[in-house]
C-alpha cells in the first residue's frame, strides 16, 4: 500500500524521443503549414551607391543614398545599420583577442581575421535631407537615430558617405592582392534586418557567422583605374562606355552559340594588359534588383571566359597562371544547369566566378574561389560558392544563427552536383561516403555540438554548419522520407521562402506537412542534440512458424531499421522497419512470419547510418 502511495506521488516527464519539438506558435506571418502568412512582411533596402577606389593608398571611398521601406506594423524610432569593415578596427573583439584561424581535419581552414591587419570603416555622413543624424556605433553595429518615428509603410531615404582602408586578407571573405587585384564584399554600410521574430537582428559580425541581410534593388557605380576588369552583383548598366568593342563582340557570340566557352580577354591579351599603364580612371555602373547584397571584383591582368546557358551569362575572371581555371567556366555552366534543375531555376541574367586569394564566398551573382590542383576541389568550390546562389541568396535565412540552413543545405544539395559531374567515375560513386568517414572521426562523444549552436560558437565549423547537416538531410531523404517525397518537399521550401527570410520552425513545419509525417523527433536528434545511433540485433529465436528477431536501440537516437534477411535456403530480401518500431521502448520483437529457416541478418546492410558500434549489427545462425 505504502510502496503504490510512493509511485501515485512519482511525477514522470515525457522522456520519449517521439515527444513534440517545443516550436514557437505559428503567427499570421508564419503559418502552422510552414509557409509565409497572410501577414507576412519584410523591410525593402535599395541602395544607389557612387565608390571611388584610390589605388595609392588602398582606400575606397563611398557615398549614395539608401532607400528604406518600413513594411512591418510596427512604428520604428531607430534603426540599425551594419558596420562589417569594423571587424578589422582597433578593439575590435577579433583583433582583441588576437583569434587563431580554426583548422580541421582533412586540412580545412578558416581564417576569420584580417592577420593583424588594422583598419575599420568611418562613417563620414549619415543623414536625412541635410540634417545628419545621431549615431552610435558597437563594434559592426551602428544604432541610427530616426529624425522622426517612422511609421508602418513609410520610407526613409539616407544620405551616406563613408571610407575605409582595404584589408589585404578580409577575414577570407574579401581582400586584394597589392594595388592590382580586388575582391570587395561588406564594403558598404547594409541595413540590419528587422523581423517579425527577433525585432533588430544585431548579432555582431565576429567572422565565422555570415551575414542576415534585407532584399532590394541595387544601382552602384565604381569608379577604378581604366585599365582594369570588373564584374559585380548585376548587370553592367553603361557597356558602350567601359567595355572594349572587342569584349562586346566576344560576348555577343557567348550568346550567339549557348554553351560554347568564349575567351573575352585571351592569354595573351591578360598578360598585355598586366603590363601596359592605361592612365585614369573610368566609371562601371551596374544594376540589380531582388538581390540581399552587392560584391564586386576588379584587377589587371585578368582572363575572362563567358558563355551562356538558358540566356544566363556564365563568366570566369581569372588570372593567367590559375591552372585548372580554363575548365572553370564549364564546371559552373554544368553547376548552374544542375541546380537550377534541382532547387528551381537560377533568377539572375548573369553569374561571376572571380579567381582570387579568398578561399571561397559567395555574393549575389559574385562568387570567389581560389585555384586549387586537384580537378575534383576546384569542381567543388566553384559549386559550392555556386550553390549559395540558391541558400541563402534565394532563400534568405539567417547565416548569423544558423549555417546550417546556408552552408549545410547547400553542402547537401552540393553532393548530388559531385555526383552528377563525376558520374561513373570512382571519385563520383564514393564522394558522399566521406560524410560517414567525418562522422567517425569529428562527432565525438563530449565535444560535438549540436547543429542549433551558434557558428561563433562552434568549435569544428565544418562538421557543423557543413557535412553534418548534409549527412542528415541524405539520411532524411533516402532512409525516412524517400527521394520522390523528400525532393518534392524540398523544393516547395525553396520555392516558398524565395526572397524572404524563413526560420527554423518554418522548414520544420513545412517538411511535416508536406510529406504528412512527423519529424519533430528527428530534427530534435539531428538539430538540437547530439544523439548517437545504435541499432543492434540481440538474438534470434526460430519458433514453429515464426522466428523472433529481438532488436534494440542501443543509443539515443531512433532512426527505422533496414534489415538484410537471408535464409538457409539460400535466398534472402531486404525489409525496412519503420521508426515507429521503436514507439514503446527501445526494444522490439519483430516477428517474422513463415517456416523458412533464417540463417543471417544484418541492420544497415548497404552502411546508410552513422551507426557507432557495427559489431552487434548482424547476427547468424
Ligand atoms: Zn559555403
Redesign the pocket.
Known amino acids: 500500500m505504502l510502496a503504490l502511495l510512493l509511485m501515485l506521488q512519482q511525477s514522470v516527464a515525457d522522456s520519449s524521443p517521439f515527444r513534440p519539438l517545443a516550436l514557437p506558435p505559428p503567427t499570421a506571418a508564419r503559418t502552422a503549414v510552414g509557409t509565409p502568412g497572410r501577414g507576412y512582411w519584410q523591410q525593402r533596402a535599395d541602395y544607389t551607391l557612387q565608390a571611388t577606389l584610390d589605388t595609392a593608398t588602398n582606400m575606397l571611398r563611398g557615398t549614395g543614398k539608401i532607400y528604406y521601406v518600413n513594411r512591418s506594423p510596427e512604428t520604428l524610432d531607430y534603426v540599425w545599420v551594419q558596420l562589417d569593415q569594423n571587424l578589422f578596427a582597433p578593439g575590435s573583439v577579433s583583433n582583441t583577442l588576437n583569434l587563431p584561424p580554426l583548422r580541421f581535419a582533412g586540412g580545412v581552414v578558416f581564417d576569420f581575421s584580417g592577420k593583424g591587419f588594422v583598419g575599420g570603416i568611418t562613417i563620414d555622413k549619415f543623414a536625412v535631407a541635410g540634417r545628419a543624424l545621431t549615431t552610435k556605433v558597437f563594434g559592426t553595429m551602428m544604432r541610427v537615430e530616426l529624425p522622426r518615428p517612422l511609421a508602418p509603410n513609410l520610407s526613409v531615404t539616407f544620405d551616406v558617405a563613408w571610407h575605409f582602408p582595404i584589408p589585404p586578407y578580409g577575414g577570407g571573405r574579401m581582400g586584394r592582392v597589392g594595388s592590382r587585384f580586388y575582391e570587395m564584399g561588406q564594403w558598404y554600410p547594409r541595413m540590419a534586418v528587422y523581423d517579425d521574430v527577433h525585432g533588430w537582428n544585431t548579432m555582431p559580425f565576429l567572422g565565422a557567422g555570415e551575414f542576415y541581410l534585407e532584399y532590394g534593388d541595387f544601382d552602384v557605380s565604381l569608379t577604378l583605374p581604366a585599365g582594369f576588369t570588373v564584374t559585380a552583383t548585376g548587370m553592367l548598366a553603361n557597356p558602350s562606355i567601359v567595355r572594349s568593342a572587342q569584349e562586346g563582340s566576344r560576348i555577343a557570340r557567348a550568346f550567339a552559340a549557348p554553351g560554347q566557352v568564349v575567351q573575352v580577354i585571351t592569354r595573351p591579351e591578360a598578360a598585355a594588359n598586366a603590363t601596359r599603364r592605361v592612365a585614369g580612371t573610368k566609371t562601371w555602373r551596374f544594376t540589380s534588383s531582388g538581390v540581399r547584397d552587392f560584391a564586386w571584383a576588379a584587377g589587371s591582368g585578368l582572363r575572362w571566359d563567358a558563355s551562356v546557358f538558358n540566356g544566363i551569362l556564365v563568366q570566369t575572371f581569372y588570372h593567367p597562371d590559375a591552372t585548372p581555371w580554363e575548365e572553370s567556366n564549364t564546371m559552373l555552366r554544368f553547376a548552374v544547369r544542375h541546380f537550377s534543375g534541382a532547387l528551381g531555376e537560377y533568377p539572375w541574367p548573369q553569374i561571376s566566378a572571380i579567381e582570387g586569394l579568398v578561399e ?3 555574393y549575389p551573382m559574385v562568387i570567389f574561389c581560389p585555384s586549387l590542383q586537384k580537378r575534383e576541389d576546384q569542381y567543388w568550390v566553384l559549386m ?2 555556386l ?2 546562389q540558391w541558400f541563402p541568396m534565394q532563400v534568405g535565412s539567417d547565416e548569423r544563427r544558423y549555417p546550417w540552413m ?2 549545410g543545405f ?2 547537401f544539395a552540393d553532393y548530388d552536383a559531385a555526383e552528377d559531374f563525376f558520374k561513373g567515375t570512382a571519385y563520383g560513386d564514393t564522394v558522399r561516403r566521406e560524410l560517414l568517414g567525418a562522422y567517425a572521426a569529428t562527432a565525438l562523444p563530449g565535444t560535438e555540438q549540436p547543429l542549433i549552436s551558434k557558428p561563433d560558437e562552434v568549435r569544428e565549423l565544418y562538421w557543423t554548419a ?1 557535412q553534418k547537416p548534409a549527412l542528415m538531410l541524405t539520411i532524411l531523404r533516402d532512409a525516412v522520407l524517400g527521394r520522390e517525397e523528400f525532393d518534392r518537399a524540398f523544393k516547395e521550401y525553396v520555392q516558398r521562402w524565395r526572397f524572404k527570410h524563413p526560420q527554423p520552425a518554418d522548414f520544420f513545419r513545412l517538411m511535416s506537412n508536406q510529406t504528412g509525417r512527423d519529424l519533430d523527433w528527428f530534427w530534435r536528434e539531428w538539430i538540437y542534440t547530439t544523439a548517437r545511433l545504435d541499432q543492434a540485433i540481440d538474438s534470434v529465436r526460430a519458433g514453429s512458424d515464426t522466428t523472433f528477431l529481438y532488436l534494440s536501440n542501443r543509443g539515443q537516437m531512433v532512426l527505422p531499421v533496414t534489415l538484410d534477411l537471408r535464409y538457409a535456403d539460400g535466398s534472402s530480401e531486404s525489409r525496412v522497419l519503420p521508426v515507429e518500431m521503436w514507439h514503446l521502448g527501445s526494444r522490439f520483437t519483430y516477428r517474422l512470419a513463415g517456416q523458412k529457416r533464417l540463417s543471417g541478418a544484418t541492420i544497415d546492410p548497404r552502411v546508410v547510418y552513422p551507426d557507432i558500434a557495427r559489431d552487434n549489427n548482424s547476427w547468424k545462425r
Open positions: 571561397g564566398m559567395e559550392h560558392e550553390g549559395h546556408d552552408e547547400n553542402t557543413y
